[in-house]
C-alpha cells in the first residue's frame, strides 16, 4: 500500500541527510576550502578553475570545487560575476561562519539553501504521486519550517530530523477533521442514518456491505435500502450482498424516488429496533445539477446522521477533485477511500481530508467484506516513513 510515495519520502530523507553531511563537514574544515598555492596560480591553473567552476555551475553540490573557483576568480579580472557569487555562498558567506561556530559547540545547521534541492525534488515526488497541489505546498512549508535554521545537539541525528518535519507535516495534512466513528456510533440515538455518495464502479455498493459486516462485528445491527434506483442491475448488486450477509434490504422499482426507499429503511430500521441504515444513492444521473439535487432531497427527506462519500484511492487527483465536489454539493462528514490495497501513489490518501475538511474514516483493503479498515493517521504516516517494520 502507498509503496511508491513511501520510496519518494525515503529519498528525500536521503537527500538531505546528503545535504547536510556535506555542510558539516565544510564547517569542520574550512582548511580545506583555501589553497593558499591557488592564489598564485598561473594562466593554465586559473584556466582549470574556470572550468571547474562551470562543472559547479552545472552541479551546485561539489562545494570544494566552488571555493576553488572563487579563490581563482578574486585572482582573475576576467573572471565573471555569477561564478563568484556562487563561491562566496558556498564557501565564505554569514552562513558558513554561523555554521561552523555552530559546528565547534557540538551543534548542526541546516540552512535554506541545504534544502533548496531536495525540497524541490520532494515537491516534485509529491505531485507525481498525485498529492494536491495546495496539500503538497502545506507538506513542504511545514518540513521547511521545521528544518531550517534549526540548530540542535547532535543528539538528534539529520535523519531524525527529516523524520521529525515528514512526520508533522504528514500528520497536519491526513488528520484534517478526524472524528471516531466508532464512538460516533455508540453516542448516536438508534436507528442511525448514513448514506453513501460517489460516482459508480468505485467500490460503493462493496463498501457499504463491508461497513454492515464492520458494525455487526461491534454489535449494531443494520438494513440497507439501496437509493440507487437509476442504475439497472443496482438492485441485485446491494441484494446479492444482502444475501451474503443475511441482512435485510429495502428497495423500489427502478426509477423510484432514492428518498422514499431511504425513507422506508429507516421506518423499517424503527419498527424492527435495527441500529443503523445503510443507504446506497446513485452515483450518476443524467446531469450533475440532477445528482445533486437528489441528494439534497434525501437531505431533507432522511436527514442523514452521516454522509460519507466513496471513491476509490487508485484515482488520485480524480478522486481528490470529486470529494471535493460532493463535499461542495452535499455536505459529507468523511470518506472510505477503497482499493488502497492496490494503490501506489498514496496521493488521494494524503490529499482529501484537507481538501475537503472531512476526515478519511476508513480505507478499503481488498475485496472480502473483512477488507475495510479504520483510517488511523499515525499509523499510517508510520508506514509511509517505514516505522511500522
Ligand atoms: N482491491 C480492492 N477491490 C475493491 C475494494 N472495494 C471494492 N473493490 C472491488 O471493486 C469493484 C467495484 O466495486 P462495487 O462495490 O461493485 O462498485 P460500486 O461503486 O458499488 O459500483 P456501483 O454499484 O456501480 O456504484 C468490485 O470488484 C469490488 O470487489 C477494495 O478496497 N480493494
Avoid at 79 to 84: I, M, P, Y
Avoid at 151 to 168: N, S, Y
Avoid at 303 to 325: C, H, I, K, N, S
Wanted: glycine fraction near 6%; charged fraction near 30%.
Amino acid at each position: 500500500m502507498f509503496d511508491g510515495l513511501k520510496d519518494k519520502l525515503n529519498s528525500f530523507r536521503e537527500d538531505v541527510e546528503e545535504t547536510a553531511e556535506e555542510a558539516a563537514d565544510d564547517a569542520d574544515e574550512p582548511a580545506d576550502d583555501v589553497d593558499e598555492s591557488t592564489a598564485s596560480a598561473d594562466a593554465a591553473e586559473t584556466e582549470a578553475a574556470d572550468a571547474e567552476s562551470v562543472a559547479v555551475d552545472d552541479n551546485d553540490s561539489d562545494d570544494s570545487a566552488a571555493a576553488a573557483a572563487a579563490e581563482t576568480d578574486a585572482e582573475t579580472p576576467s573572471s565573471d560575476e555569477s561564478d563568484s557569487d556562487d563561491a562566496d555562498d558556498s564557501s565564505s558567506g554569514p552562513g558558513t561562519l554561523k555554521r561552523a561556530a555552530a559546528f565547534a559547540t557540538g551543534k548542526v545547521i541546516i540552512e535554506e539553501d541545504d534544502l533548496e534541492d531536495p525540497l524541490w525534488e520532494l515537491e516534485m515526488a509529491l505531485l507525481e504521486s498525485d498529492v494536491e497541489m495546495s496539500v503538497a505546498e502545506e507538506i513542504l512549508d511545514t518540513v521547511e519550517e521545521t528544518m531550517i535554521g534549526e540548530t540542535r545537539k547532535q543528539v538528534e541525528t539529520t535523519g531524525e530530523l527529516v523524520e521529525r518535519a515528514l512526520h508533522d507535516a504528514l500528520v497536519d495534512v491526513i488528520s484534517v477533521g478526524q472524528f471516531d466513528f466508532d464512538e460516533r456510533i455508540a453516542e448516536a440515538d438508534k436507528p442511525i442514518t448514513i448514506v453513501f455518495t460517489g460516482v459508480n464502479g468505485v467500490g460503493k455498493t462493496t463498501s457499504i456491505a463491508k461497513l454492515s459486516e464492520y458494525l455487526a462485528d461491534r454489535g449494531y445491527s443494520s438494513v440497507m435500502a439501496n437509493g440507487d434506483t437509476y442504475r439497472a442491475g443496482a438492485n441485485e448488486q446491494l441484494q446479492q450482498h444482502a444475501e451474503n450477509l443475511d441482512r435485510k434490504i429495502i428497495t423500489h422499482e427502478q426509477g423510484g424516488d432514492p428518498a422514499a426507499v431511504i425513507y422506508d429503511g429507516v421506518e423499517y430500521a424503527e419498527a424492527n429496533d435495527v441500529d443503523v441504515v445503510l443507504g446506497d444513492t446513485a452515483g450518476r444521473l443524467h446531469t450533475s445539477d440532477d445528482l445533486m439535487s437528489q441528494l439534497e432531497k434525501i437531505d431533507r427527506v432522511v436527514d442523514p446522521d452521516m454522509t460519507l462519500f466513496v471513491d476509490e484511492a487508485v484515482a488520485g487527483q480524480d478522486a481528490v477533485m470529486r470529494a471535493q465536489e460532493f463535499n461542495d454539493a452535499a455536505a459529507i462528514d468523511g470518506t472510505i477511500l477503497t482499493k488502497a490495497d492496490v494503490d501506489a501513489s498514496g496521493g488521494a490518501a494524503i490529499s482529501i481530508a484537507y481538501v475537503t475538511g472531512k476526515p478519511i474514516l476508513f480505507l478499503g483493503t481488498g475485496q472480502g467484506y473483512e477488507h475495510i479498515e479504520p483510517f488511523e493517521p499515525e499509523e499510517l504516516v508510520d508506514q509511509l516513513l517505514g516505522n511500522d517494520e
